[in-house]
């Protein structure tokens, strides 16, 4: 009897897995797919879809053309577009479309990345840290990531092949070690984007919501030796788009899901982070909105922080929804119990390890996050100085002895960021510096030495407004040249945001080093333990939470019932016009007003499916079992935002854009005809 | 065994009673005090004290000499110094001391009330539902409560002798009803104020905390006709002081508090009410910054809702701690079953009633807070315009069929709202409606009925731009003429704030409909059977919830643990001068700078009790033994605001003004000489 209970206890706790899971492409469960829906994909299938996936910052994309074309979310680009604005020609506004190959115009801010392989390094990263107690098992086994990467790329190198970018990876909370082998584009271009009007029409209170018309696409080109790249495996566009309930798949990069995290891990989150975050974002939303509110120009210098702050804010309110749910977290309980009743475990329980240091992780969060993880000092100034300072520093010393990440691996990353050519506001610079200076006295307290310290003299407001006007690190010439004058040169240098940096270095590292030793060390340790335990119980039917890398999920187009009524998957462009209130943010430009009569209004414009995915997923293809691309997510219902924690199957609804739109914009709306060319005869 | 089980089960359920409760006056302990303490109070004490006691709005104040003088916080009194200041004269910022009575000035927003009488209504409200289903028993509840308030003003009247201002109070969610009988001052006047710089020495950052030092004292006068009132019930200081561990009472009123909700309405709160009222008020805090960081006139414009934002925030946020504490939630299930047993009520069970009522509750929460209770029309404009609109059509009415805050016992204290002379900003009404729209929008979505009505042509921001640019309601004069005018004179105006309540009263008035039939009543009846199953079991050794009724607590001068270091329960004088670091919050007025030499640095600033008390108890006497009194609360410790839903006997503290430092001060800081006479001889 009690191993039929147990049983049953099993099928009762494990996730359903109807559709769920994002999955490795070594572990995809083919199988499973072809049973539920007797079509499968092969081997090749599999390779040919990860070497068309593009990993961009923050974001996925993919090849569409054979010379270097990648299809993405307008919203993934922001970034590109705002380095490539002038006061005159804002991108951001008005879009942008390259007329031929020589007026696609460079992205600074942007890579791109391709997995070209992987290989599965777990018994060298278990052997550094055998026998090891929790804290130096824990550097042990930083200082084999760091080795391992560091042998991979020079390797690459001495093969005299394209160089390549290597990150290790961790599964399963630690049960597996992987090193991601990545091509690396280094010259991206925009081709084009359309305006964010109509990209996020809708805007904040749309954002997750269905239905939906969003025209959140954009292009971008990977160049060569100053030549397009040749990309030979890459997503054909099928038009027509997929049919309702017809099997879909989406390769991409979620970016963090929780759903192994302990009970006590996820307590945590609901206590501590999410009401913290919660507070200091909506606090920032509002200074923000009033920031915007004097003038039309500050309102456009904030609205792409804003726009992200929103997203965040909306996100971390559902999480926390989520987590006041007790059905959740008696299921939780109930799944940790289950796999300890099986696995048995020799004494100490790692579940009450994790236990303990989130105890010890409550004592030092708000210092922790406040001083070292940077939430005290928000500025995009700041975190200059803080990378020009500890850079200079780290690099002195062998790269296994560094912190991770300024690591070899890291370094190509870091210095695009330094000397990318980002426009700044001195005054939103200001605000939010004072502001997160006002939030680090608040929750740590005028007595908190460092506080103490840095406001003996000067009120947070004075001294980020004296920091903020008089610091140079706003060139990017500046950066550069400490970048490259190392320790010596940041040593001597009298910048007040580099002195501020230095003037808390000490108590952030020390944080650090506490919360290293005290918190993730065991943490580490004891998720091992359980993902071990979990490989013994179920095998690789698992898969492993989301960590930015990259994932294959499958799925159907499919609506879902809200409230008793059913929400219909696709949406069409007739619906737009009549939602396009004219004030923002449902304001349509006027590249799609006048075309209007032209345009065929039963054309699709958006639909759902209920591919398992998170944020970070946002640009990735939608494919079909040919290994067609039927659609770009951008998006996903309210309902997905608790999917950190758990796959509501009922619910739970990706949202993509639909490729008879893009045919039909790109002809009609932007005149896009070489693109749209290249398109159909990629 | 099952007996002895239960009664064991008791013991751990109650509330620990050492020092605990805020009792009302005709059910107080004595006999515990007395076994406890060894000392006791009588029933001539009790009345001495009763009578001595003074409400005012928000908070209480004590009549401290036979002259109508009323000691209360200088934070009590801040809309009063808002109204007497000028651009020229701010009494916030510089303080005010009447040189002599004839300098005493009117403040328009006071009111005194003294309760002179209280009556059990119980039985004649029960009659008046009896028997009827939960929805119209609500409403014969109430038209009941209206009618006793109506008999009982006039039949004050009819005595001829002064007006009585009639109140009814619910006590234990229902289970006793109660009028309280008020003899109202109307006149009061400003006698003495501090500099906000010393009241409120330490801000935000130190609001909750201790140590402090906070001269947070103020002293008004009680007049009738025209002269100060005669007052023979009032308190006598011992500028001496309490000793540590003296046996000291609270007499006050303590604005509200949970702790015999049930767990599915303490679950509403974690879940809904306090995440939703913290991202809202962070975000308005965020936007009250900004606008004040743009220059210093706009910063005292909001320096007096910002600082009770920012206390609402600090309350909220260790609300939501004490909610996510799982050992209340499991105190609070044993507490119920235990209840649940003893009581053996027939069906339905009460408890499960509330939950389902809280089910509905939360669906229908959103629209109701932001459209009813209007939370998503922040502005005081708007406020006039919803009175003026309801007053006049509910004034159409028979008293007892009114909505009960416009009953003719509530009519004087909106009139006195109405005339009262205010001092507006257009900017920052505009800011303030801009932001709740935006949020009601938000929350609500845009395809929700009244949203979408309401901003078809409009966005939220040039909707309240426009109607706060337009309205009059600014004018005292164009207010008291539209109330006095009644329906005809309201129906008729089309000022636009006016037509902005209108516009939404409908869908107003439905929601309040909703909810009081499907949340309110069923809630009110089964708390009601909840009520007598206590009373059953325990009799009225229990105090009922807070509910900004007079209230009595007892308890010692005593620190605290934190940490595992002692907090001593003294400040004193020398320590706030090395506090001072002369930046705001931080900085000490002249006038104590200048005295400094002069000043005992010994002598006693603030000091700690644990008596249990609450919001609105601001401006409570501390009172010893001997009818004394020994100290002016101010504020309670960080461990206090879980005192909504439980008391921490270990923790929670209460922080006083020790009137060593009001004698000191008022002597040699502000030679407050005749005001300390009439102190020194009252």
Request: with cysteine; proline share 5%; charged share 25%.
């Amino acid at each position: 009897m009690r191993m039929l209970f147990l049983v049953w206890m099993i099928c009762a706790a494990l996730p359903a897995l109807a559709d769920e899971g994002m999955w490795t492409f070594d572990n995809f469960p083919t199988s499973r797919v072809e049973q539920t829906y007797g079509a499968g994909v092969s081997a090749a299938w599999l390779d040919h879809v990860r070497l068309a996936t593009v990993r961009i910052a923050n974001c996925t994309g993919s090849f569409v053309s054979s010379n270097g074309l990648i299809l993405t979310n307008q919203h993934c680009i922001e970034s590109c577009l705002g380095a490539l604005s002038s006061k005159e020609h804002n991108l951001l506004e008005q879009g942008f479309i390259a007329a031929d190959r020589a007026a696609e115009r460079p992205c600074g801010t942007q890579l791109a990345d391709v997995l070209v392989a992987t290989e599965d390094v777990t018994a060298a990263v278990n052997k550094a840290s055998a026998g090891l107690a929790d804290s130096p098992a824990n550097e042990a086994r930083k200082r084999a990531l760091t080795a391992l990467e560091q042998g991979c790329e020079q390797a690459g190198v001495r093969s005299k092949r394209r160089k390549l970018t290597c990150q290790a990876v961790t599964l399963y909370g630690g049960g597996q070690y992987f090193l991601y082998k990545y091509q690396r584009y280094e010259d991206v271009r925009l081709v084009f984007a359309p305006e964010v009007g109509v990209a996020n029409f809708g805007g904040d209170p749309d954002n997750f919501q269905f239905p939906r018309w969003n025209f959140d696409i954009a292009v971008l080109r990977a160049y060569e030796d100053g030549r397009p790249a040749k990309t030979p495996d890459f997503l054909r566009i099928d038009f027509a788009g997929p049919r309702a309930d017809e099997l879909v798949f989406v390769s991409g990069q979620p970016s963090s899901t929780s759903r192994m995290q302990t009970l006590a891990q996820i307590e945590f989150e609901r206590d501590l982070v999410l009401p913290m975050a919660l507070m200091r974002t909506s606090e920032l939303r509002g200074g923000y909105k009033e920031f915007g509110r004097i003038n039309p120009f500050n309102e456009q210098l904030i609205a792409g922080p804003l726009e992200s702050l929103e997203n965040g804010i909306k996100v971390r309110r559902k999480l926390l929804d989520a987590l006041h749910d007790d059905a959740l977290i008696e299921r939780k309980r109930d799944e940790e119990n289950t796999l300890r009743q099986l696995a048995q475990l020799p004494q100490p329980d790692p579940w009450a390890q994790i236990e303990s240091a989130t105890a010890r992780e409550r004592e030092i969060y708000w210092p922790y996050t406040f001083i070292e993880n940077g939430m005290g000092f928000n500025s995009t100034l700041f975190r200059y100085a803080r990378l020009l300072l500890r850079g200079a520093n780290e690099r002195a010393k062998p790269n296994t002895a560094r912190l991770r990440e300024y690591t070899d691996a890291s370094l190509g990353r870091i210095e695009q960021q330094i000397t990318a050519q980002v426009p700044f506001d001195r005054d939103v610079e200001a605000m939010t510096l004072t502001f997160s200076l006002q939030r680090m006295r608040e929750w740590l307290g005028p007595d908190y030495p460092l506080t103490h310290r840095l406001f003996a003299a000067e009120s947070p407001s004075a001294l980020a407004t004296r920091v903020v006007a008089e610091t140079k690190l706003d060139e990017a010439g500046v950066r550069l040249k400490l970048w490259q004058g190392g320790k010596a040169a940041v040593d001597a240098s009298r910048d007040p945001m580099i002195e501020l940096a230095r003037a808390l270095d000490a108590d952030a590292r020390a944080l650090r080093r506490q919360f290293e030793d005290s918190v993730e060390a065991p943490i580490s340790a004891a998720s091992q333990r359980i993902a071990a335990a979990r490989f013994r119980a179920y095998g690789t039917h698992v898969y492993p939470d989301a960590t930015f890398t990259l994932r294959l999920s499958y799925g159907t187009v499919t609506g879902w019932v809200e409230n008793g009524e059913s929400v219909a998957p696709f949406t069409r462009l007739d619906r737009a016009f009549e939602r396009a209130t004219g004030a923002d943010p449902f304001r349509l430009p006027d590249s799609w007003l006048k075309v209007k009569d032209q345009l065929d209004p039963l054309t699709p414009f958006c639909f759902t499916t209920n591919n398992d995915l998170v944020g970070g997923s946002s640009g990735s293809a939608l494919i079909n079992v040919r290994g067609e691309m039927v659609g770009v997510m951008f998006d996903a219902n309210i309902h997905s935002i608790s999917g950190a924690y758990w796959f509501d199957a009922a619910r739970n609804r990706a949202i993509a854009v639909h490729p008879a739109i893009m045919r039909e914009a790109l002809d009609k709306v932007y005149g896009a005809h070489s693109l749209l060319a290249e398109l159909n005869n990629p």
